[in-house]
């Protein structure tokens, strides 16, 4: 299944993940263009019901025309709050699939990509004020190197962070080309693009507040899930995976087990199987496929 907006990344395996339930209630909470929501509606029956929820407004371009499909305008932070709007007290199964679309990356307009230039936004919802810009142009120059080393993961984020607010004592950097000239001669050439996906990857999980809402998602999915009900996540870089691996083993963020006073291990959900990750032939048709690790967990 193709979309022009994105192609579903890891779709059997997502499916199958879901174990899903033909007059279950479930939710996706990244629609996107609609791929995985579009595969998830073929396995309901008439009492079946899909949520997508998704913050970026040209998501809205892709809904489907379908009496058991709603589609909630919002960032999935908010999850219960809209699902209980929508009267709707437990799920069977929640997809999350927390990569950057195809269509967000291939919009220049919208500066996620470091193939073409850009204003440098990096917003998934173009509706809140915290752009990139701002992050390059206004944030000191410590801050800007926490979040290099914190989200990038860059040893020299020291050197980074110093040369742009050298540049910018000069003049504003304005596009993403403006970024990777000052950044390039830092970086060896034959690293060029994996430092550069990494820089890129530093700024928008800080405009976005990625791991945060990340963890106030599995926080309230755990809660939303009716017994038995399946949690499905895509990541694709380690920051996300660690904070979905150390949830599903262990319920906490740190990777402590918690115990309750007569020591016993409190596990709200168990792992199902192990990562999976995409096939070489997945690889070749969709390349940004690459990176995604998917694992699940069910309620218990």
């Known amino acids: 299944m193709r979309t022009k907006y994105h192609n579903p990344v890891l779709l059997k395996a997502t499916l199958d993940g879901l174990n899903i339930s033909p007059n279950g209630v479930y939710v996706d909470v990244t629609f996107g263009g609609g791929g995985h929501s579009r595969a998830i509606l073929k396995q309901l029956n008439e009492e079946g019901r899909l949520l997508g929820f998704d913050q970026d407004l040209d998501a809205s371009d892709n809904l489907i025309d379908d009496p058991r499909f709603e589609f909630i305008a919002s960032n999935f932070s908010y999850l219960s709050q809209y699902l209980?709007?929508?009267?709707?007290?437990?799920?069977?199964?929640?997809?999350?699939?927390?990569?950057?679309?195809?269509?967000?990356?291939?919009?220049?307009?919208?500066g996620f990509s470091i193939r073409a230039e850009g204003r440098l936004d990096m917003r998934m919802n173009q509706s809140q004020d915290l752009n990139a810009h701002y992050v390059i142009n206004k944030y000191?120059?410590?801050?800007?190197?926490?979040?290099?080393?914190?989200?990038?993961?860059?040893?020299?984020?020291?050197?980074?962070?110093?040369?742009?607010?050298s540049k910018r004592d000069k003049s504003d950097i304005n596009t993403t080309l403006d970024l990777i000239n000052i950044v390039n001669p830092l970086i060896p050439k034959k690293?060029?693009?994996?430092?550069?996906?990494?820089?890129?990857?530093?700024?928008?999980?800080e405009v976005n507040d990625e791991?945060?809402?990340?963890?106030?998602?599995?926080?309230?999915?755990?809660?939303?899930?009716?017994?038995?009900?399946?949690?499905?996540?895509?990541?694709?870089?380690?920051?996300?995976?660690r904070l979905v691996k150390r949830y599903f083993q262990t319920g906490s963020f740190e990777g402590e087990l918690k115990k309750?006073?007569?020591?016993?291990?409190?596990?709200?959900?168990?792992?199902?199987?192990?990562?999976?990750?995409?096939s070489a032939q997945e690889i070749n048709e969709n390349r940004r496929a690459r990176s995604a690790k998917l694992r699940i967990a069910e309620k218990i």
């Open 191 to 205: 690293f060029e693009k994996k430092i550069l996906a990494q820089l890129f990857q530093a700024i928008r999980i």
């Open 84 to 110: 209980k709007y929508h009267h709707v007290d437990g799920v069977m199964g929640i997809l999350a699939d927390f990569g950057v679309s195809s269509h967000q990356f291939d919009t220049q307009e919208r």
């Open 140 to 165: 000191t120059e410590s801050d800007l190197m926490r979040i290099f080393f914190q989200y990038g993961e860059l040893k020299n984020s020291k050197a980074i962070a110093r040369a742009i607010v």
């Open 260 to 278: 309750d006073f007569y020591g016993n291990p409190i596990k709200p959900l168990k792992k199902i199987g192990k990562l999976i990750i995409p």
């Open 211 to 241: 791991l945060e809402i990340i963890k106030l998602f599995l926080k309230q999915a755990k809660e939303i899930l009716l017994p038995g009900g399946r949690l499905v996540c895509i990541s694709y870089h380690s920051l996300e995976d």
